[in-house]
C-alpha cells in the first residue's frame, strides 16, 4: 500500500462494552429492544457483551501485540448524557478517558464514531429521529464529545450506517428499536438524521481544542461489472451502484445517504421517485447537511454482478454454490476494487473503508488455538482487491477490519462470530486467532504480500 496508508480494526460500544447499567449509564433502544422475547438470537443482550468496560486494557494490549496502528470505536451516547440532553456523567467520561489515555500510550490512534445504533431510550421516547429537535440533541452531544477529547482525539465520524439503523431499525423492524414505519416517516427520519450530521460536524469544528478530521460512515451494496474490460459493464455497474430503488425499499440507496452529505443535493432520481412521500427540503437545510468534510467512510462487505442488458444495467443471478460466509453473505472481493474507484470517483474525498470482514464458525481447536483459514483467504482476496484499486489510483486512505474480536452482533446476538479475536463468553478469555496474527504481518509489511 502507499506509504500512510492507515491499518486498523473496528467495534462499537454496545457491541462491546458490556457494563449496560453500570456507573450512571441511561438504558438505549438496544437495551430495550434485547429484552424483548423473540428479537435478540437466544435472548442474547448487551448487557456484559465483551466486557470491554472493565476489560479494556486487556483488549489494548492485543492491539499493540497485533501491531495494529488505528482503532475504530464509537461512544455510548447514554453513557455520557443518560437521558441524551441534559446532564453529564462524568464516570462516563472518565471511562473514554481512560481508553484513550491507554490507547495513545501504546501507540493507538482512536477513531470516534459519535453514533453506532444506540439512541438513548429516553430520546426515543420523545420521538427519536421523528422529531425535528433530534438535530440538537445531536450537536450537543458532538460537542460534548469533542470539548471532552479532542485535546487528543483527532479522527471523528458522526453516523455508521444510517441505511442500518433507518431501514432495518424504523422500518423492516429487524433491529432496535423495532419499528415498521413506512416510506414517508423513514424519509423523514433520514432528513432528519442528515440535518443532525450537519449541525455536529459545525459544533465539532466550534469546540475543537486542535484540528479535527471528520468523516461519516455510510454502508451499501457495491457493484462490479461482468466483465471488467468491458466499458458497457462498467458503466452500468456504476448507474447500478447509483440507482434510488423503489420507494418500498428506498433505504438501501447509495445516492440518497451519500449526495446530500458529499455533494450538497439529493439525488434527481430520488426526488421523482420518492415525491410522494418527501418531507419538505429546503435549500438551508441542504447547506446545512454539505458541510466540508475531510474524508468518508464507506463499510463494504459484498457486491452485485451487474451487465449491461438491452434495457440498460442489469444484475446478473448468482451461480448455484456461489461461496458464502457463515451468515450467507456472498463473498464478491471485486467489490473492494471497483466499489472504492467509482464511490472516490463520484465525491472526490479520501475514503477509509470504515468496515469489512466475516462471520465464521469459529471454534477453540484441540491445540486450544482458533484456527480460521477461511477468513484469511476472504481478507486475502479482498485487500488485494483493495490494493488493485491504490495502485491504480483510487484515493483509499486507509482499512478497518471488522473487527477486532467476537462480539454482541446485534440481532443474532453471539451467534456471529467476526473477530480477529475469539471471545469464549463463559469467561471472557480472549484467544487471538490465526487471522489476527495473519493481519499484523499484513500491516507489518503494508502490504506487500498481497
Do not use: M
Given at each position: 500500500m502507499k506509504k500512510g496508508f492507515v491499518w486498523g480494526v473496528a467495534s462499537a460500544s454496545y457491541q462491546v462494552e458490556?457494563?449496560?447499567?453500570?456507573?450512571?449509564?441511561?438504558?438505549?433502544?438496544?437495551?430495550?429492544?434485547?429484552?424483548?422475547?423473540?428479537?435478540?438470537?437466544?435472548?442474547?443482550?448487551?448487557?456484559?457483551?465483551?466486557?470491554?468496560?472493565?476489560?479494556?486494557?486487556e483488549d489494548v494490549a492485543i492491539l499493540k501485540r497485533l501491531g495494529i496502528p488505528a482503532y475504530r470505536m464509537s461512544i455510548s451516547w447514554s453513557r455520557l448524557l443518560p437521558d441524551g440532553e441534559g446532564a453529564v456523567n462524568q464516570r462516563g467520561i472518565d471511562f473514554y478517558n481512560r481508553l484513550f489515555d491507554s490507547l495513545l500510550a501504546n501507540g493507538i490512534t482512536p477513531y470516534i464514531t459519535l453514533y453506532h445504533w444506540d439512541l438513548p431510550s429516553a430520546l426515543f421516547h420523545q420521538g427519536g429521529w421523528m422529531n425535528e429537535k433530534c438535530v440538537d440533541w445531536f450537536r450537543n452531544y458532538a460537542r460534548l464529545v469533542v470539548e471532552s477529547f479532542s485535546d487528543r482525539v483527532t479522527h471523528y465520524m458522526t453516523f455508521n450506517e444510517p441505511q442500518c439503523f433507518i431501514g432495518m431499525g424504523m422500518g423492516s423492524g429487524e433491529h432496535a428499536p423495532g419499528l415498521t414505519h413506512g416510506a414517508r416517516d423513514t424519509l423523514l427520519m433520514a432528513h432528519n438524521v442528515m440535518k443532525a450530521h450537519g449541525a455536529a460536524v459545525l459544533a465539532m469544528r466550534e469546540a475543537a481544542k486542535q484540528p479535527i478530521q471528520i468523516g461519516y460512515a455510510p454502508t451499501g451494496t457495491m457493484a462490479y461489472p461482468h466483465d471488467p474490460n468491458s466499458q458497457a459493464d462498467i458503466q452500468a455497474a456504476k448507474d447500478y451502484l447509483f440507482r434510488n430503488p423503489?420507494?418500498?425499499?428506498?433505504?438501501?440507496?447509495?445516492?440518497?445517504?451519500?449526495?446530500?452529505v458529499f455533494l450538497g443535493h439529493y439525488p434527481e432520481e430520488g426526488l421523482r421517485l420518492y415525491h410522494p412521500y418527501l418531507p419538505k427540503i429546503t435549500q438551508a437545510d441542504l447547506d446545512l447537511i454539505h458541510q466540508p468534510l475531510d474524508f468518508m467512510g464507506e463499510n463494504i462487505y459484498n457486491g452485485h454482478e451487474v451487465r449491461m442488458g438491452d434495457q440498460g444495467p442489469e444484475y446478473v443471478e448468482r451461480y448455484p454454490g456461489f461461496?458464502?460466509?457463515?451468515?450467507?453473505?456472498?463473498?464478491?472481493?471485486?467489490?473492494?476494487?471497483?466499489?472504492?474507484?467509482?464511490?472516490?470517483?463520484?465525491?472526490?474525498?479520501?475514503?477509509?473503508?470504515?468496515?469489512?470482514?466475516?462471520?465464521?464458525?469459529?471454534?477453540?481447536?484441540?491445540?486450544?488455538?482458533?484456527?480460521?483459514?477461511?477468513?484469511?483467504?476472504?481478507?486475502?482476496?479482498?485487500?488485494?482487491?483493495?490494493?488493485?484499486?491504490?495502485?491504480?489510483?483510487?484515493?483509499?486512505?486507509?482499512?478497518?477490519?471488522?473487527?477486532?474480536?467476537?462480539?454482541?452482533?446485534?440481532?443474532?446476538?453471539?451467534?456471529?462470530?467476526?473477530?480477529?479475536?475469539?471471545?469464549?463468553?463463559?469467561?471472557?478469555?480472549?484467544?487471538?486467532?490465526?487471522?489476527?496474527?495473519?493481519?499484523?504481518?499484513?500491516?507489518?509489511?503494508?502490504?506487500?504480500?498481497l
Open positions: 458490556g457494563a449496560a447499567f453500570e456507573d450512571g449509564r441511561g438504558r438505549s433502544v438496544w437495551d430495550d429492544f434485547a429484552e424483548r422475547p423473540g428479537k435478540v438470537y437466544s435472548g442474547h443482550t448487551g448487557e456484559v457483551a465483551c466486557d470491554q468496560y472493565h476489560r479494556y486494557e423503489d420507494p418500498e425499499a428506498w433505504y438501501w440507496n447509495v445516492p440518497w445517504w451519500s449526495d446530500p461461496p458464502r460466509t457463515a451468515n450467507y453473505w456472498p463473498i464478491t472481493p471485486e467489490c473492494l476494487y471497483w466499489g472504492p474507484k467509482f464511490l472516490c470517483e463520484r465525491y472526490q474525498l479520501p475514503l477509509y473503508i470504515t468496515e469489512n470482514g466475516l462471520c465464521c464458525a469459529d471454534a477453540i481447536a484441540l491445540d486450544g488455538q482458533v484456527h480460521d483459514p477461511e477468513r484469511i483467504d476472504f481478507l486475502a482476496r479482498y485487500l488485494g482487491a483493495l490494493k488493485r484499486a491504490v495502485n491504480d489510483g483510487v484515493q483509499v486512505a486507509g482499512y478497518f477490519q471488522w473487527s477486532l474480536s467476537d462480539n454482541f452482533e446485534w440481532a443474532k446476538g453471539y451467534n456471529d462470530r467476526f473477530g480477529l479475536v475469539f471471545v469464549d463468553y463463559r469467561d471472557q478469555r480472549r484467544i487471538i486467532k490465526d487471522s489476527g496474527y495473519w493481519y499484523s504481518k499484513i500491516i507489518a509489511e503494508n502490504g506487500a504480500s
